[in-house]
């Protein structure tokens, strides 16, 4: 089992910046992929980010070059930083802890981006 927390959303101007954080644990050595979502209300779910263990990043093309995933492996943490934000990146975001078999996901946070 891995637990998924995830904090650091709230509002923001467009244009601004904020930082999520997506905290780990129990059995997180069995994690091989951690991931950024985001669900928009009346949208599908999306895949914004993600990294591997091996440090493999990978975006949505509506996020590349504002967006940044970022790990740290000693505090079980990963971290989505957003710059440039505008108000079509407003969503919940959700941090996913994928492992062989299962995904893990955490409540969710909210981003808005409004001025």
């Known amino acids: 089992q891995v637990h998924v927390v995830e904090s650091g959303g709230g509002l923001v101007q467009p244009g601004g910046s904020l930082r999520l954080s997506c905290g780990t644990s129990g059995s997180v050595s069995s994690i091989w992929r951690m991931a950024w979502y985001r669900q928009a209300p009346g949208q599908r779910r999306e895949l914004v980010a993600s990294i591997t263990n091996g440090g493999i990043t990978n975006y949505a093309d509506s996020v590349e070059g504002r967006f940044t995933i970022s790990r740290d492996n000693a505090n079980n943490t990963v971290y989505l930083q957003l710059n440039s934000l505008k108000p079509e990146d407003t969503a919940v975001y959700y941090c996913?802890?994928?492992?062989?078999?299962?995904?893990?996901w955490g409540q969710g946070t909210q981003v808005t981006v409004s001025s």
């Open positions: 996913n802890a994928k492992t062989q078999y299962c995904d893990y």
